[in-house]
């Protein structure tokens, strides 16, 4: 147990305080070990045993977590542990209500690091906007939540998900079932974030109805995409005349949020990548934002943000 004097800091609403200490007491946990304090939750206070200064951090933490969940935003052990690395790395825990991703009749979508603010703020501010760096860092999970969000507010007519199938070079007649069931295992990671963002029953509705479309990239050869939110997702698989083609489907109303990763292309040595080429040519257009994020940012397991960086580290050396 930490030693020291106890502060108590007192809440309104013992509900929220239930909340904040999570299931068996587990953000609390987190809090105490960060800090090296000993919480206790008698009603709405929260007793914090400790050493001053180590009190006045613990204090922070807990007041922001009240004050999110205040708002309806979530507060889950992932959150409890990013607000004290950016607490601990002199990040401001303070997040703007325009780089949250709304969601109706369930919680909001919170970013876990600034560049993920400033991802969801760019998705606003702009028609196109490039999201990339390495796998991990939630791009195509908040560039999915994002168009998600948008379509169930009735912002856009259409959600539009589509990538380069590489793996079957595009030829996906081998695969049995329809177009959906071919398409599935490339598309996972967009399925996963539309039925956490709206549910599996309102996804199933909106695909019937044509609001929701997942297909591979070469699928969008010939069309206008207008009233929609399209996201174009493993974006470094694609060759330049198949960003070339994907971009210029653009057309009324529509936002486009390109993923990928530069460095971990899947294209012949001797083929480009249409995700490098649009880098190097789109900069400084108005309406178009790149958004670069890095290992700092992976939000998976703690593991994943050394494996990158290790990676990173070893390929400057080569």
């Known amino acids: 147990m930490a030693s020291g004097k106890a502060e108590i800091i007192e809440f309104e609403d013992a509900e929220l305080v239930k909340e904040l200490c999570g299931a068996g007491h587990a953000n609390l946990a987190l809090v105490e070990q960060a800090y090296d304090v000993y919480l206790e939750a008698p009603g709405q206070s929260v007793v914090i045993n400790g050493d001053g200064s180590s009190r006045a951090r613990a204090i922070e ?66 028609t196109i906007i490039f999201g990339v760096g390495p796998a991990g860092t939630g791009k195509t999970f908040l560039a999915t939540a994002y168009g998600a969000s948008l379509l169930a507010r009735g912002e856009v007519a259409r959600f539009i998900a589509c990538r380069p199938a590489v793996e079957a070079g595009e030829k996906l007649g081998f695969l049995p ?42 699928f969008m050869r010939g069309r206008t995409l207008s009233d929609a939110f399209v996201v174009i997702d493993e974006a470094q698989n694609a060759t330049v005349p198949q960003m070339k083609m994907a971009l210029t489907r653009l057309g009324e109303r529509a936002k486009y949020a390109v993923t990928g990763d530069p460095t971990q292309s899947d294209l012949p040595s001797h083929v480009p990548s249409g995700l490098s080429h649009a880098l190097s040519i789109l900069g400084g257009i108005d309406g178009i934002d ?19 960086l290790a990676y990173e580290k070893d390929s400057k050396r080569s």
């Open 177 to 218: 079932g329809d177009l959906k069931e071919k398409v599935d295992p490339y598309m996972q990671p967009i399925w996963d974030a539309l039925n956490m963002v709206l549910g599996p029953a309102d996804v199933e509705r909106r695909m019937e109805s044509g609001e929701i479309e997942v297909a591979p990239l070469a």
């Open 290 to 308: 790149t958004i670069t994020f890095e290992a700092s940012d992976v939000v998976r397991h703690p593991l994943v943000g050394k494996i990158v």
């Open 61 to 126: 933490i807990l007041k922001e977590m009240y004050s999110r969940l205040a708002r309806g935003w979530p507060c889950t052990a992932s959150d409890v542990k990013n607000l004290i690395r950016r607490a601990d790395s002199g990040e401001s825990s303070k997040i703007a209500t325009d780089t949250i991703i709304p969601i109706p009749r369930r919680k909001p979508i919170v970013p876990k690091t600034p560049r993920q603010e400033q991802f969801i703020k760019s998705m606003g501010d702009n």
